[in-house]
């Protein structure tokens, strides 16, 4: 007999393949086989056709041209392409990058290497909501100041920050805005032109679409935003990025997009409803809890909550046959540090060590929740009744 699988609310980590996403991909695996760069042939020629159409639908979907989408292998490379190809290419013009202590840690990476490679680099503080404060952007802004990035949606926390007020502000400043919108293509609106972004990282796979597969926007005009390739090859992606194709993950990642913009104001709503109601449950049921980051300028589907008393390991460990759920981001491979992002926004180390981040998805239902709520409540009061007994409260006195 098969298991019980556990209930999944960790969609900020990774998501599910939508089964129409894998009928638009399945045939580039087997009959439209071909490589989109040989196009002297009807295989060559069918993929890329399936390329330049998914192409096409990116850059509609956040309002850009096709020829401003750039194909990588997920977010991570799409930021790493960003920061130091721009570092390359503008570093005689300006050698000051800006971005927030809340970021990603692919972005924080990127910043510590451009320190390392003699390129000055500000990292803004967040206030205890998750929220940059604009005016600090402004003053923290030089002459020398080549791009500010700052992540549209958090990956932790889920709080949205003001990206309009942001673009504006680098626009007159003449820096360059970058956007890591890996959490928020396909669940908020992202309008390139409107934001005044100049460049944006995005990935198929948090919006139901394959791993291996993610983009970089890159303005052509009004700025033209000049950037030089990390990697070195065929020439591929007009000289920006070298290799083969994946075409059907880009014909899958296009399909993600489009379901996601059609569906994006009915589900947002629905998820919206269930992460409140999972959220209200839990402020009731369990004493001193408390929601980490912006109450309402948050991604509808995230719920990052601190239990106080109870560790989120041993708490996800006495859940783990009943719900899917994490501490923080899933990109840190085995990492057992405290999240940056709950201390950057001044959480105690108690609340760091007890958070759990919860985040609901298009196939989450009202039972899921409700389970979900009664199994968190159940175990905190185990776990806290369990550490008040006498004789654990001796252990290691």
Known sequence: MEQKRPIYLDHHATTPVDSRVLEAMLPYFTEKFGNPASKTHLYGNEAFAAVE????????????????????????????????????????????????????????DCFE???????????LPVDSEGMLDTAKLRAAIRPETILVSVMAANNEIGVLQPLEEIGSICREAGAYFMTDATQALGKIPVDVQKLKIDLLAASAHKIYGPKGIGTLY????????????????????RGLRSGTLATQNIVGFAKAVEIAGKELKTEQERIGRLRDRLEATLLSGIPQAKVNGHPTKRLAANLNIALPGVESEALMIALKDTIAVSSGSACTTASVLPSHVLSAIG???????????????????????????????????????????PAYSAIGK
């Open 113 to 123: 290497w451009l320190t390392r490679n003699g390129f000055e680099t500000t990292i």
């Open 53 to 108: 159409e998914s192409r096409a639908v990116l850059a509609k979907a956040i309002n850009a041209k096709a020829q401003e989408i750039v194909y990588t292998s997920g977010a991570t490379e799409a930021i790493n392409l960003a920061i130091k190809g721009v570092a390359s290419a503008s570093k005689d013009r300006g050698r000051h990058f800006i971005t927030l202590a809340t970021e990603h840690k692919a972005m924080l």
């Open 347 to 389: 959480c105690s180390s108690e609340i760091v060590y007890s958070s759990l981040r919860i985040s609901l998805g298009r196939f989450t239902r009202e039972d899921d929740v409700q389970v979900a709520a009664e199994a968190i409540i159940q175990h905190v009061q185990r776990i806290r009744a369990f550490q008040e007994l």
């Open 218 to 237: 890159v303005r052509r005009s009004n700025p033209r935003v000049g950037i030089n390739p990390i990697i070195d090859g065929g020439g591929h992606e």
